[in-house]
């Protein structure tokens, strides 16, 4: 990103020779060598002087062009100094110092720009990576087709190797699928009949059909790419302030120019033609195009590794926040653990037949998307249960479903909500067996039906082997407070706490306590980050300074209620994106020291004659390319070693 607004999409695709600013620095730079050599083999001052001119034609075109479309829109943009001390030099005669800045000055705009093409092409490289067209079966019959006129419900084959053009899932076939350009996972996935692909991930080595589930325009690439693009509008703190600081800014140095000059003319006796430009120098050096450029640059190259990476950040806003989070609490399921539990133990009541507890549980939670539901249905169906139905279906916020069961009010739910608001209670002999399901680390769901208690369902869900690493490397990232918050029972809670090594845990939460929790941490801690499903944790995610949504690819409610999303559902993405934030965060530091340093440098020396015109034309634009360049190194950023 240079001085003037961020470069056009256009630049990404094109070569040295086409952008606009090296081209008026080659050709500059051609006619100025002209211009000071034909004097010195016979040619006449005229036509030296007039290879001046076209120097400075050449090199003062693109940046005056960006300057009146700035003026026009009554803004004083820092390319106006540059333009204004060129013209300067230039009405007093100093051509070929005109020259040399207008060289200098299109140069590095065209070696920033350069720099952050880079960074741009890493994100607009993703939109390349999904096939133009497909092989789609209608009416018995495969024809290739353009993705845009993909309908959802259209099967599309996939050859191996290919890449897969639609969101979509599998009917038939199986292979190994490589995702890492939506996940950034590292490995292949095993992809069968009823698992989800997407749009721009490899097929590997066996043939696939695909039903469509999403169209072109909004598959999980095309999402992520809008996102991202539309990222660079929610700007980070440090930017805002820069943006405000150069409005003010350059008029004050515009407006300080002719004071310079009177200055160095009557404390230093200094003829005009010599005080001027000398002011030009300062002019130079007074501007802050390197530190307009600091924070937006450094955005850019974080937001697009994060993308490539699996991760994608909402903004420079949100990067900026996530380098500065001092605490992150974790919901349980399906973040701490891999949220594919199981039923493991099934306690029934006295004189209840195991048939009808789980028939009742299966019909009540049958609709359900709640991982602990999709076990108990699975559940039923290994045992060949689960015909009868459920109706007047409601969830029961925190706690569990009810719904009419056989004419009867039934209810399965966490044993808290029984025994209360004329729910059944649990029977002592019950109880005791909910009790020794508990210190085993289940979750317990009960299932009642009319006045009676049926039974209490076990439930394991494994914690993710990764889980306890993940902990320890966001300590070492500097993370001082780490927490669960869990509707699960304390007895759970507290071995799961135990086992991943969190610093503390609440359970038994309903959904507005979990908000609760994070307010609490974030009294203590001031910035708090806050991982879950983006569904169930919603409120908390956006509590917290941070919301993080874990496994997010393909699910739309948690790409659009997270600040950040974990694309895969893998959590050692979390410590990437914190150590990515916190590296922003550091080169962002540089940046700023870099130019604000160059500025309160330059402007002393070039006052004093220290550093005359084209020296400070050098040093402003080297600092300004050092800047973009040091931002770019957040494109090799790989995570924490």
């Known amino acids: 990103m240079s001085c003037h607004d961020c470069p056009d999409s256009d630049r990404l695709s094109r070569g040295v020779l086409s952008d606009p600013d090296l081209i008026s620095a080659i050709a500059c730079a051609a006619l100025l060598g002209a ?7 016979g040619g006449s001052a005229t036509i030296g002087f007039a290879f001046l001119i076209g120097a400075c034609l050449a090199g003062g ?3 005056t062009a960006r300057s009146l479309e700035q003026l026009l829109r009554w803004r004083l943009d820092v390319d106006l100094l540059m333009l204004l001390a060129a013209i300067g030099a230039g009405i007093i005669g100093r051509l070929e110092e005109s020259a040399i800045l207008l060289f200098l000055f299109s140069l590095g705009h065209g070696l920033e720009g350069l720099a952050t093409s880079r960074a741009r092409n890493a994100i607009h490289a993703l939109g390349t990576l999904t096939p133009r067209s497909a092989r789609v079966v209608r009416d018995g019959e495969e024809r290739d087709l353009p993705i845009e006129k993909i309908a959802v419900g259209d099967l599309v084959r996939v050859k191996p190797g290919e890449r897969i053009p639609i969101d979509g ?21 095993r992809r069968e009949p009823g698992h989800p692909v997407f749009a721009g991930t490899v097929n590997g080595e066996g043939a696939l059909g695909v039903e469509t589930t999403r169209l072109s325009s909004d598959s999980t690439m095309a999402r992520m790419i809008r996102l991202v693009e539309e ?10 302030v820069a943006e405000r600081f150069t409005r003010v ?37 007074a501007s802050p195009c390197a530190l307009v450029i600091s924070t937006p640059s450094a955005v850019l190259a974080g937001v697009a590794q994060a993308a490539r990476n699996g991760v994608l950040i909402k903004g420079g806003v949100y990067l900026e926040a996530l380098g500065t989070v001092k605490a992150i609490a974790f919901d349980k399921t399906g973040t701490l653990t891999e949220g594919k539990p199981d039923v493991v133990a099934l306690a029934l009541a006295d004189r209840v037949r195991e048939r009808e507890a789980i028939e009742t549980a299966c019909a009540l939670d049958r609709d359900s998307s709640h991982p602990v539901a999709r076990a108990i249905v699975r559940f039923a169906e290994s045992k060949g249960f689960g015909e009868m139905r459920a109706t007047e279906v409601q969830a029961i916020p925190g706690l569990g ?18 025994g209360v608001d004329r729910v059944p209670a649990i029977d002592a002999p019950l109880a005791a067996e909910i009790d020794r399901m508990e210190a085993g680390a289940r ?19 494994p914690v993710r082997p990764s889980a306890r690493g993940v902990v320890e490397q966001l300590r070492a990232h500097g993370i001082g407070h780490t927490a669960m918050l869990t509707g699960d029972n304390g007895r759970v809670a507290r071995v799961m706490a135990d086992t991943v090594g969190v610093d503390s845990f609440a359970a038994s939460l309903l959904p507005e306590q979990k908000i609760d929790e994070v307010k609490s941490l974030l009294a203590k801690w001031k910035s708090v980050a806050m991982v879950g499903d983006g569904v169930n944790d919603a409120p908390a995610l956006a509590t917290a300074t941070v919301g993080i949504a874990m496994g997010a690819s393909g699910t739309d409610v948690a790409l659009e209620a997270a600040d950040v999303a974990l694309m895969a559902d893998d959590l050692t993405r979390l410590p990437f994106a914190v150590g990515l934030s916190r590296a922003a965060r550091r080169i962002i530091a540089q940046n700023v020291a870099i130019s604000l340093g160059v500025v309160v440098l330059l402007i002393p020396l070039a006052a004093l004659g220290v550093a005359p015109l084209g020296m400070a034309v050098v040093l402003h634009e080297g600092s300004t390319v050092i800047v973009a360049f040091n931002a770019l190194r957040l494109l090799r950023y790989k995570g924490p070693r």
């Open 401 to 418: 479903v009810a719904g009419i069961v056989g004419a009867q009010r039934a209810m399965i739910a966490g044993r808290r909500a029984f």
């Open 169 to 189: 899932t599998v009917r038939d076939g199986s292979s190994s699928v490589d995702q890492s350009p939506i996940t950034g996972e590292s490995l292949p996935v």
């Open 443 to 461: 979750t317990v769901s009960v299932v009642a039906l009319g006045d009676r208690v049926l039974g209490a369902f076990g439930i394991a869900d």
């Open 61 to 63: 075109w693109h940046v």
């Open 231 to 240: 990222s660079q509008a929610n700007k980070g703190r440090a930017q805002q």
């Open 35 to 41: 211009g000071l050599i034909a004097p010195r083999v």
């Open 249 to 285: 800014y350059t008029p004050i140095v515009i407006a300080g120019v002719p004071m310079v000059i009177v200055l160095l003319m009557h404390f230093a006796a200094m003829p005009f033609d010599d005080a001027f430009l000398r002011a030009m120098a300062v002019l130079v050096g």
